[in-house]
C-alpha cells in the first residue's frame, strides 16, 4: 500500500472504533413471531380487507345510482389554482378562501382528517389506496402522513381547495402553524423539479417587499391534485444546520447553523403541532455567515418536529426565518 | 416470548465473517431467534461501525442496524444459503444508510455539507480524530454516495472488488472506476498526498 491507501485505512480505522461496545445503546436482537414472514396470519386480514373493499364498492356504486336519479352535478367541484401574484398577498374568494381570515373554515393543521370524516361518505375508503408515495423528506405540514393526504385528495370533496395552492400553503403555514402573523406577502413560487420554492414575507414602511424565508413544498403524492406539503425552507442569511435534516434526535439537543446580519436575536423554537409548541432559546448573534448555536436544549414534542428559528426586532417582530424536520 | 419453528432439521453451520475473522456458529436455520441472537453479538458493533462511517452519526446507525437485524429475522428461513447471512446483513446495512442519506437531502444548498455541518455526533466524534484522520474523514465525506460507499467497503471492511460490486448491486467496472475516482478525490483534498 501507498501512502494514501494507508491514510485512508487508518482513518477509516481509527473514526470506526471511536465507537466501542460500551458506548452503543443496549438494545435487543430481534426475536420471536414478529419479526417472522408469516403469510398465514395474513390470511384473515386480508380476507376482512376484501371483503370490507367489495362491501364499499357496491356502496358507492349504489349510492351513486341513486344520486344520478336526482341529477345532482358531480360531488367534487371544479378547483382552478390560481398563484398569487409577486409580492402580493393571495385574496381570498369564495373558492379559495385564506383560512386565517375564514371563521367558518376549520384550522389547517386539524382539518385534513376532520373534514375527510365529515365529507361525503360514499369515497372509496382509504384502504384501497396503495401506498407507493416516498415522501423522502420530512413531511412538516399540514398532513402528518400520505394516508392523510390521500385522505383529503380522495375524501375531501373539494373543501379546501388552497391545499392544491402551493403559495397558499406556504403562506397559510406560516400564519395560521408558525404563527407569524405579521408575514401577510407571498411571491410567485417558483417550480422546478424538486417541487415549489415560495418566498413569504412583508413590506416595509417603502412598500417595498421583503422575503422572510423560501419555503420549499412538494406534492404528497403522484397525483396532479395531490395537496402541497411543506417540507423545509431554503436558507440563505439565516440557516438551520444542525441536527441534520431528516435525522432522529432526543433531548436535549443542539440546535445550530449560520446567521449573517447584525444585531440580531435569534429565536428558536420546536413545533409538534399547532398547539404543541414551545421555544427552547433565543441567542443574541450577528456577523458575516457566524455560526450561532443553542447549546443543547430539552424538548418534550414527539414525532415529526418544526425546528424554527426566527430573528427580527428592526421592522418588525420576526423579518427572517429559517425552519428544519427532525423527527424523535 | 413465541418461538417460531419450521419443521425439519438442519446441521449446524459455521461461516468466517468480516474483518475480524470471528467464526459464527450459526444455528439450526429453523431456530431464526438463536441464529440472528448469535448474529446480533458477533456483528452489531461492526455494522454499527460500519454504518457509522457511512452517515457519521451514532443513533442513526443503531437504528438502521436495528431494523437490518430485524429484516435479517424475518428473511432467515428464505435465505438460500445461510452463510450469506452476513452479507445479507450488509446489505441491509447499505440500504439503511442510503435511505438516510436520501432523507438528508434537503440540506439542499450545502450538497457536500461542511465536516462540521453534519451532525452534532459527527462532528464531536470527528473532534478526537487526530487532525491527519479528520482529514480524510471530511474528504470522505465530501465524495458522492457511491464512491463513499465502494472506499468503506474496500479500506474497512476489506472486501475483495467482487465482493463490492456483490454488496453493492453493482459491476466490477463500476467499483473500479468508483473506488479510482474515490480515492483520487480524496488525495486531491489531501493536497494530493501519495
Given at each position: 500500500m501507498n501512502t494514501i491507501d494507508d491514510r485512508i485505512t487508518a482513518a477509516l480505522r481509527a473514526r470506526a472504533e471511536l465507537l466501542t461496545e460500551a458506548e452503543l445503546s443496549p438494545a435487543a436482537p430481534p426475536a420471536g413471531?414478529?419479526?417472522?414472514?408469516?403469510r398465514g396470519r395474513w390470511t384473515a386480514p386480508l380476507l376482512a380487507a376484501a371483503i370490507v373493499g367489495v362491501a364499499a364498492v357496491a356502496t358507492v356504486t349504489a349510492v351513486q345510482m341513486s344520486r344520478s336519479d336526482h341529477a345532482h352535478p358531480a360531488i367534487r367541484p371544479t378547483v382552478s389554482v390560481h398563484p398569487s401574484p409577486s409580492g402580493v398577498a393571495p385574496t381570498p374568494s369564495?373558492?379559495?378562501?385564506a383560512p386565517s381570515q375564514s371563521?367558518?373554515?376549520?384550522a389547517p393543521s386539524q382539518s385534513p382528517s376532520q373534514t375527510a370524516n365529515t365529507s361525503q361518505s360514499a369515497t372509496p375508503p382509504?384502504?384501497?389506496?396503495?401506498?407507493?408515495?416516498?415522501?423522502?423528506?420530512?413531511?412538516?405540514?399540514?398532513?402528518?402522513?400520505y394516508t392523510e393526504a390521500e385522505q383529503w385528495r380522495?375524501?375531501?370533496?373539494?373543501?379546501?381547495?388552497?391545499?392544491?395552492d402551493a403559495a397558499q400553503t406556504a403562506l397559510n403555514f406560516t400564519?395560521?402553524?408558525?404563527?407569524?402573523?405579521?408575514?401577510?406577502q407571498v411571491a410567485e413560487p417558483r417550480m422546478d423539479e424538486q417541487g415549489a420554492h415560495v418566498g413569504v414575507g412583508y413590506r416595509d414602511p417603502n412598500g417595498q417587499l421583503r422575503i422572510a424565508a423560501v419555503l420549499h413544498l412538494i406534492r404528497y403524492?403522484?397525483?396532479?391534485d395531490s395537496p402541497w406539503e411543506v417540507v423545509g425552507s431554503d436558507d440563505t442569511t439565516l440557516s438551520l444546520e444542525?441536527?441534520?435534516?431528516?435525522s432522529r434526535v432526543s433531548s436535549p439537543m443542539t440546535i445550530g447553523g449560520h446567521i449573517t446580519g447584525v444585531d440580531e436575536n435569534i429565536v428558536v423554537s420546536v413545533l409538534a403541532s399547532q398547539t404543541d409548541r414551545s421555544t427552547v432559546a433565543q441567542i443574541p448573534a450577528g456577523g458575516d455567515r457566524s455560526a450561532w448555536t443553542t447549546g443543547p436544549v430539552s424538548f418534550a414534542q414527539r414525532g415529526t418536529l418544526t425546528l424554527v428559528a426566527s430573528t427580527g426586532?428592526?421592522?418588525?417582530?420576526?423579518e427572517r426565518f429559517a425552519i428544519h424536520g427532525v423527527h424523535t | 416470548m413465541e418461538v417460531v419453528r419450521e419443521p425439519g432439521t438442519v446441521a449446524m453451520r459455521t461461516t468466517m465473517v468480516r474483518n475480524k475473522d470471528v467464526p459464527v456458529q450459526?444455528?439450526?436455520?429453523?431456530d431464526a431467534d438463536s441464529a440472528v441472537a448469535a448474529l446480533f453479538q458477533s456483528h452489531r458493533l461492526a455494522m454499527v461501525r460500519l454504518a457509522v462511517l457511512l452517515v457519521d452519526d451514532v443513533e442513526t446507525s443503531e437504528d438502521v442496524v436495528q431494523e437490518a437485524f430485524a429484516a435479517l429475522h424475518r428473511r432467515w428461513p428464505m435465505?438460500?444459503?445461510?452463510?450469506a447471512a452476513v452479507s445479507y446483513l450488509r446489505s441491509c446495512v447499505l440500504n439503511g444508510s442510503r435511505s438516510v442519506l436520501r432523507r438528508r437531502r434537503t440540506v439542499r444548498r450545502n450538497p457536500h455539507p461542511d465536516a462540521d455541518t453534519l451532525t452534532v455526533e459527527g462532528a464531536d466524534g470527528r473532534l478526537m480524530l487526530a487532525e491527519e484522520h479528520r482529514e480524510v474523514i471530511a474528504a470522505l465525506q465530501r465524495l458522492p454516495r457511491r464512491q463513499r460507499e465502494v472506499i468503506v467497503l474496500r479500506?474497512?471492511?476489506?472486501?475483495?472488488e467482487a465482493q463490492v460490486a456483490a454488496a453493492l448491486g453493482i459491476s466490477l467496472g463500476a467499483v473500479k472506476s468508483n473506488a479510482f475516482h474515490g480515492r483520487q478525490a480524496i488525495a486531491a483534498a489531501l493536497g494530493g498526498a501519495e
Open positions: 413471531r414478529w419479526a417472522q414472514p408469516s369564495a373558492s379559495n378562501p371563521a367558518t373554515q376549520p382509504p384502504s384501497s389506496v396503495t401506498p407507493p408515495f416516498v415522501m423522502g423528506y420530512e413531511p412538516l405540514w399540514p398532513f402528518g402522513s380522495t375524501k375531501a370533496g373539494g373543501s379546501q381547495p388552497w391545499h392544491l400564519r395560521s402553524y408558525l404563527g407569524f402573523t405579521e408575514l401577510d403524492g403522484d397525483s396532479k444542525k441536527p441534520a435534516y431528516g426586532g428592526h421592522l418588525q417582530q420576526v | 450459526l444455528s439450526p436455520v429453523n435465505l438460500a444459503d445461510r452463510e479500506y474497512w471492511s476489506e472486501l475483495s
